[in-house]
């Protein structure tokens, strides 16, 4: 058994799914780099905050510079940060879609973009995008062409990476989640929005880590998605 100490990159992680995550991947005795614009310095020596607007290049850059000052390593990405703007197509504003691109596509390019290197210079590694089940399952209470758009995107890249690097050592894949417990998710709504699932309940967070860690121990599978979405792709 190995007792190389891995390392895991969370983006996002200063809340919601992607604290869930990092927490995940600790309680495995992997150490983590989480980044957001918010996060806050940790008293765990096996968590390096690096706090940056994930859509800049050079936060990236500053990302992976660290880790692999640090830890000296990085096995896993985690591709987690975004956001989500539900509403009427012709309604959105440019400035919401220039803040998609930028948060949800321009943060996963750069940062996959940073972290290969590392990953082909082990000859090995992870990487997994947090989508949405709304990508292949479009709900007209929900509409969302801009999670579409952006999130979708991250789908179509994650099979083309997946294909890409195979032969390299480095698996690809994608998490789509339902609606999930977070605090975007006022509670007051949780009754009604449990009833866009088949399985009559929202998500937990646990949920969606639980499957990143199931994707982390899948080593013959890449280029998949993974819908944790209470059966809402299976239909209604």
């Known amino acids: 058994m190995s007792d190389i100490q891995k390392v895991a990159i969370v983006t996002g992680a200063s809340r919601g799914l992607g604290d869930g995550i990092a927490k995940a991947f600790r309680s495995r005795g992997w150490r983590v780099v989480a980044t957001s614009r918010s996060i806050q310095p940790s008293n765990d020596p096996d968590i390096l905050t690096v706090a940056g607007d994930i859509g800049d290049p050079a936060t990236a850059r500053r990302v992976v510079d660290e880790a692999l000052a640090k830890f000296g390593r990085i096995d896993t990405l985690v591709n987690n940060a975004g956001i989500f703007i539900a509403g009427p197509f012709t309604d959105y504003t440019e ?6 691109l930028h948060t949800n596509l321009d943060g996963f390019f750069f940062m996959t973009q940073a972290a290969i290197p590392a990953m082909l210079e082990q000859g090995a590694g992870h990487i997994v995008q947090i989508t949405t089940t709304l990508v292949e399952y479009a709900d007209a209470r929900i509409p969302s062409v801009l999670a579409s758009i952006t999130k979708g995107g991250l789908s179509a890249a994650t099979r083309s990476l997946a294909i ?26 949780h009754g009604t929005l449990a009833g866009f699932h088949p399985v009559r309940r929202m998500g937990e967070i646990e949920d969606i880590a639980q499957a990143v860690l199931y994707l982390e121990d899948a080593g013959f599978v890449t280029g998949e998605t993974l819908h944790v979405d209470g059966g809402m792709i299976a239909g209604h």
């Open 95 to 100: 400035e919401q879609y220039r803040q998609k």
């Open 164 to 189: 890409e690097y195979a032969p390299r050592g480095i698996r690809v894949n994608a998490v789509a989640p339902g609606i999930i417990k977070t605090a975007l998710n006022p509670p007051e709504l």
